[in-house]
């Protein structure tokens, strides 16, 4: 398939430039992936639109204030995105399409928390060697390597506990299409995230509140959590206009055994299984067998979901609304027919839904 299969005309104002005041209150598009029929409601309507017994799979990882203003030793602005930590890894070995080539990936260093793989600008002026310093010095760097694509391998050195002074010092990355910073950082990040990891929010999970988590159990609904980081893979552009030659970066994610059970109990009882959030169909994806049962994992995974994939363990999927050509909608597409989704997104637009991270979403089912 070609990358233009997958555009749309998108009006700017339609972008969401603020989360909503009060998460539940997004709009939600609900769709018939087989048919493609779609009807209008708000999230807060999502438990009453579930099915008692089906099990929900959330991603849990939290967002880091990854983005850090600082300065030269020698002089001159720098900005530092955090996108990494590096440490070994190894591979899933279920993928959808071509994937990229995995490796180890050490920092060389005995503490891998304080080396990370990062965007740094200006680039041209942030060269292997080059010293930074952050606020008032309690926090310094060095750029130890320069990998594939322009990416900075750099160790950080702080007095104290490395994350504490990231929150500190630090601000939300958040995605270029918003133009303002966050008032509240909690607004980008979801009420369950407990795991910090992560370069930009698992968007689909914001809707959710404490009440609205505790009205879906409530209704006979399990719930339970996968952890995946989310990464610069997500959202790389897709710039090959043939898609299957797109490499996604892989991404770190955990499956517990309690998460693997309860969705294995769930596939042998004929319960549906919804992920919520991309990154959680493409864990459970990444680990799931034939059959659909999925193994308790802890890796990596550069997974690409396109159309053309068969799916095995997902029954349903909660979704943003993501950019055009970009690898989201391509794995929606998979889910739910390209033809489909690209009906159901056009109507969003003539019904003024509000787009991307901090936008509406879909309950495809």
């Known amino acids: ?3 233009h299969d997958f555009f749309y005309e998108l009006p700017e104002e339609l972008i969401a430039q603020k989360p909503i005041e009060r998460r539940e209150q997004s709009r939600m598009l609900r ?36 983005r850090l203003l600082g300065r030269k030793d020698t002089g001159g602005a720098v900005e530092v995105v955090l996108l990494r930590k590096k440490r070994e890894k190894r591979d899933v070995g279920a993928h959808a399409g071509p994937v990229a080539d995995g490796g180890a990936q050490t920092g060389g260093e005995s503490d891998p928390a304080r080396v990370w793989e990062c965007l740094a600008r200006p680039g041209r002026r942030i060269k292997t060697g080059a010293k930074l310093i952050f606020g008032d ?16 391998l750099i160790r950080f050195d702080c007095n104290g506990v490395f994350l504490e002074v990231l929150e500190r010092l ?18 980008y990040q979801t009420v369950y995230s407990r795991v910090d990891g992560s370069a930009a929010a698992p968007t689909a999970g914001l809707h959710f509140t404490d009440e609205l988590l505790a009205e879906t159990i409530a209704r006979g ?6 952890t995946l980081h989310v990464g610069p893979g997500t959202f790389r552009p897709v710039k090959a206009e043939d898609i299957e030659r797109h490499r996604m970066h892989d991404e770190f994610f955990i499956i517990s055994p309690a998460t693997a059970a309860s969705v294995n109990r769930a596939k042998a009882g004929g319960r549906r299984v919804i992920a919520v959030g991309t990154t ?15 193994s308790a994992f802890s890796g990596f995974t550069d997974i690409f979901i396109y159309p053309g994939y068969e799916f095995k363990c997902i029954d349903g999927l909660i979704t943003n609304f993501h950019l055009p050509e970009s690898t989201l909608i391509m794995l929606v597409s998979a889910f739910a027919g390209r033809e489909n989704v690209l ?19 879909m309950f495809v089912d």
Do not use: Q
Request: aromatic share 8%.
């Open 170 to 187: 630090g601000k939300m990355p958040l995605p270029p299409y918003i133009r303002e910073d966050i008032e509240d950082n909690d607004r």
């Open 1 to 3: 398939m070609k990358k």
């Open 31 to 66: 769709m018939d992936r087989l048919t493609g029929e779609t009807s209008h409601r708000r999230f807060f309507d999502l438990p009453g639109t579930l099915r008692e017994g089906d099990c929900l799979v959330l991603n849990d990882s939290r967002v880091i204030p990854a």
């Open 343 to 361: 009906g159901a997104y056009n109507e969003a637009i003539r019904e003024r839904y509000r787009f991307f991270s901090f936008g509406d979403c």
């Open 137 to 152: 010095g309690e926090l310094t760097a060095e750029v130890i390597g320069e990998l594939d694509g322009g990416n900075r």
């Open 221 to 226: 609904i399990e719930i339970c959590y996968i």
């Open 280 to 294: 959680s169909c493409r864990a459970l994806e990444s680990c799931a067998d034939d059959s659909g049962m999925i």
